[in-house]
């Protein structure tokens, strides 16, 4: 399913050109974002807003690469190959194949991010939506306090073990954001740990890797 056309992020283009790339591994997407994080030079002084803006729009990138359909907000820059801006389905964001000759369609990629809000609660709420609807990997982007991260990792395995619906061939990727404050050094403060869920809700941990506030 692999296009030849560039993507916007020259950087990612260098990565992924002539090479396969297991779009339904959770360890290989996480380690994209790894190198995303890098190169968008994301701020910790920054608002929220440009966050997701930056992260959604190197995951829009990255699926459209890969010839998926796109659905994102329009206010987040995403067009699709006639230059027209997206709209959003159901989540944030996800990367749809579509055939109209075979009417073969499905959900690939799936993503919430909900970072303006570390309260477990907020968190719980944009996951659910991820649990209630189907896609091969599903993406829940979170920057919890750093005293609730077990909590959260915790309560987001219960919510997938505990659903009435699991599909096996579904698996969830946990990417959080989290800010160690001064007890860290500088270039040590904010972590970014990824975490692989299967659909029974059995969790584990891909790695993890330390970044400066601000680059």
Request: charged share 30%.
């Amino acid at each position: 399913m692999k296009t030849k056309k560039r993507t916007k992020n020259r950087w990612l283009w260098k990565e992924v050109k002539d090479k396969d790339i297991n779009t339904r591994s959770c360890e290989t997407l996480f380690n994209f974002f790894l190198k995303a994080y890098s190169e968008v030079k994301l701020n910790w002084n920054e608002d929220w807003s440009e966050w997701t803006k930056k992260i959604l729009g190197f995951f829009a990138d990255f699926g459209q690469y890969y010839d998926f359909c796109v659905h994102c907000r329009p206010q987040y820059g995403v067009v699709d190959s006639t230059e027209t801006p997206t709209g959003e389905y159901l989540v944030d964001l996800c990367w749809c194949f579509e055939d109209e000759y075979s009417r073969a369609n499905w959900i690939e990629v799936a993503l919430e991010s909900e970072l303006s809000y570390p309260d477990l609660d907020s968190i719980k709420y944009d996951f659910w939506k991820l649990t209630d609807i189907k896609a091969f990997v599903k993406i829940g982007i979170f920057a919890p306090k750093l005293k609730d991260k077990q909590k959260v990792l915790e309560s987001l395995s219960t919510l997938v073990a505990s659903h009435g619906i699991q599909v096996p061939t579904e698996k969830y990727l946990i990417i959080l954001i989290i800010n160690h404050g001064p007890t860290e050094s500088p270039s040590k403060q904010i972590e970014i740990a990824g975490y692989e869920l299967n659909y029974l809700g059995s969790i584990r941990e891909i790695g993890s890797k330390r970044f400066p506030k601000t680059p």
